[in-house]
């Protein structure tokens, strides 16, 4: 089991396959992806020595994100991989939509458990001035696919934002009633880049949790390799509402997750300074080295992150590490 100086265990690994993205949205890329390093994306042989160490370390659950990892053309062999390592329980992915019709069958049939979809309106043309681009319907008709083939768990994810959609809150929650799924709205958070947007467009999630309350939701337990978010049930609804407030006091107390980039670094915060090479350690014939150096890592691990104190660490867009 993976330990940290706090005593916080980890069994969720966040996994980016690659930080190239194919959207604008504009709390994210708003002038769209910027290469400025060499793409040098995990092999899957990489990706294979990474999970088997993590597994053997007590990580039971991996989320595969970008940028948007649908943009790698072995996704659905990256899945089977996963889902095929000793130890691990769930694969999940956390995906804008791209294609999604297209390839949700084969992700199942590779072995995806979980899916998070982006939609941050019901509305096109909200979504084109979020996203940049009118493809609601099809991100819809994803949606309805995923539960319709059998995705165990179908979440919806959706940014708060003052200026945009938070207007249409009742609209989603209403529309989250009617489908077997979770809508979860998502705190925005300040980045190295948008600093003014986020003083703009800030929403409280911890606010819309205390309405939720009011309204007869009821919050649900906290699975052992669930995310941060806190999800609530309401008994005339088929959906349930999640949101996920980084600004709320203690959220890092119950952090249990930790994430390694598309370029092979372990980051021990999504608001860290720095990230660790883990490259160097997983081309020897023992295992153990790799073992050794991710838990040597993980003593470096800082109580909580400083975004109160408008400190985003070496997060210059969420993109970069798949949030």
């Known amino acids: 089991m993976l330990l940290d100086p706090q005593g916080r265990s980890f069994s969720y690994l966040r996994l980016s396959i690659t930080d190239l993205c194919n959207y604008r949205c504009n709390y994210c890329l708003p002038d769209g992806f910027k290469c400025d390093h ?3 994306y995990l092999s899957l042989d990489e990706i294979a020595a990474l999970v088997q160490s993590f597994a053997r370390h007590g990580i039971t659950k991996v989320r595969i994100t970008g940028g948007e990892p649908a943009l790698r053309r072995d996704v659905s062999e990256i899945i089977k991989l996963i889902k095929n390592t000793p130890g691990i329980e ?10 999604l019709s297209r390839n949700i069958k084969n992700w199942h049939a590779a072995g995806l458990d ?35 083939i059998g995705i165990k768990q179908v979440k919806v994810n ?24 979770t809508l979860r709205f998502i705190e925005l958070m300040q980045t190295g880049d948008n600093k003014d947007y986020f003083n703009a467009n800030h929403v409280s999630a911890d606010e819309v949790g205390k309405s939720l309350i009011l309204e007869g939701w009821v919050e649900s337990l906290r699975a052992k390799n669930a995310g941060p978010a806190r999800e609530f049930a309401h008994p005339s609804a088929l959906g349930k509402i999640g949101f996920i407030a980084p600004y709320s006091k203690d959220f890092c107390n119950t952090c249990n997750r930790l994430r390694v980039s598309s370029q092979g670094k372990l980051h021990l915060c999504l608001f860290g300074d720095t990230g660790y090479e883990l490259r ?18 993980l003593t ?6 400083f975004l109160h104190q408008g400190y985003s660490g070496a997060t210059s867009d969420l993109a970069m590490l798949g949030g």
Do not use: E
């Not at 992915?93 to 791209?98: A, E, K, P, Q, S």
């Not at 160097?280 to 890592?297: G, H, K, T, Y």
């Open 158 to 181: 959706t940014v708060l934002l003052k200026q945009f959609n938070y207007q249409q809150l009742n609209q989603l929650i209403d529309w989250a009633k009617s489908k077997p799924l």
């Open 90 to 99: 769930k694969v999940a992915m956390t995906t804008n939509g791209y294609q």
């Open 38 to 40: 060499k793409a040098h």
């Open 280 to 297: 160097p350690f997983m081309n020897s014939d023992d295992p153990a080295i790799l073992d050794n150096a991710i838990s040597q890592f």
């Open 114 to 148: 979980a899916i998070n979809i982006s939609c941050d309106s019901l509305d096109p043309r909200m979504m084109q001035a979020i996203i940049g681009r009118n493809n609601l319907d099809a991100i819809l008709q994803g949606i309805d696919d995923a539960i319709s």
């Open 300 to 305: 470096h691990k800082a109580d909580s992150h």
